[in-house]
């Protein structure tokens, strides 16, 4: 479980000082699947640092299964516990062979090479990439970059994945797959935190947190929050197609049920009505 007590970031630096995280609270479950949204600058990246303490509270608290992240003695217990993936693949990509790039992180931690290797094939498996364990990864396309990515911290079996936009620079194919990989990852336990400027991506999720100005404004099912379509435009994000369309056809007095979110739900509502 992860906890958050009145958690703020104010970077500093020679223009100034910017709160990044105003007083943020709140707390996550063992295995919850949790989505961000919120403009660019509204603090998500920041956030997302803290859960592995490449950041920590300027003050306040976050607390990693009890692990208080800014105490210095927990720093690789915290890392053990949470495995990062990031927007950019071909950042993140440090050997010039698939299978190495995934051993990457196990290696550092003094595995014995023969469970190395072991974890590496099934975290290939995991991603269905076994076929290119020894591709180079520049051959890759940034989907496939971007799973072996999440290999390697799959390799790492932490507990709690973070993910900050690890779609934003792929085409809808490589989206899916990615979206697809997560929502196994979450079947198979692990506790999941998605950044996203996709709402279809975000929808997925059990829980949203809506940031703007480095608040948690909203912290909701994706049911209650993109439901509410007034107060989403007027906080300038759109809503997944389905729950638009159901207000759309509302306006034209189709009798709607109240929180159509998926379009499986719209087109069960649009037959009772025939
Ligand atoms: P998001 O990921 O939601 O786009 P960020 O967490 O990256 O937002 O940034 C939150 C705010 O903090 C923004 O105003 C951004 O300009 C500022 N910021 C981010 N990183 C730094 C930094 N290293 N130094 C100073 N300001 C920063
Ligand atoms: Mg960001």
Redesign the pocket.
């Known amino acids: 479980m992860i906890r958050a007590q009145n958690l703020r970031h104010v970077?500093k630096?020679s223009s100034g000082e910017?709160v990044?995280l105003d007083d943020l609270n709140f707390s996550i479950d063992d295995g919850e699947f949790v989505a961000i949204i919120?403009t660019?600058?509204?603090?998500?990246?920041?956030?997302a640092k803290h859960f592995n303490a490449l950041l920590l509270p300027t003050s306040g608290k976050i607390f990693v299964d009890g692990l208080d992240t800014s105490d210095e003695k927990n720093l690789w217990r915290v890392r053990e516990k949470v495995g990062m993936v990031f927007q950019n693949p071909d950042s993140e990509i440090v050997a010039a062979v698939v299978e190495d790039d995934v051993a990457f992180g196990l290696e550092n931690l003094g595995i014995e090479p023969k469970k190395i290797r072991e974890r590496v094939d099934l975290a290939l498996d995991d991603v269905n990439m076994s076929d290119y364990k020894k591709f180079a990864p520049n051959k890759l396309s940034g989907g496939q970059k971007q799973r072996i990515a999440i290999a390697g911290v799959i390799a790492m079996r932490t507990k709690i994945i973070v993910f900050d936009e690890p779609t934003a620079m792929l085409d809808p194919q490589g989206r899916r797959e990615i979206l697809e990989l997560v929502k196994r990852l979450h079947a198979q336990g692990k506790t999941i935190i998605f950044i996203t400027h996709f709402m279809e991506e975000a929808a997925q999720a059990q829980r949203i947190f809506l940031?703007d100005g480095?608040r948690i404004i909203k912290n909701d099912t994706p049911r209650e929050i993109f439901t509410d379509m007034r107060e989403m435009k007027r906080l300038g994000f759109d809503v997944p197609i389905a729950a638009e369309m159901a207000e759309r056809l509302r306006r034209k007095n189709f009798k709607l049920p109240k929180k159509i979110l998926t379009a499986e739900e719209l087109v069960a509502a649009l037959k009772k009505i025939k």
């Open positions: 970077y630096n910017k990044a919120g660019n600058g509204s603090g998500k990246s920041t956030l940031m480095g």
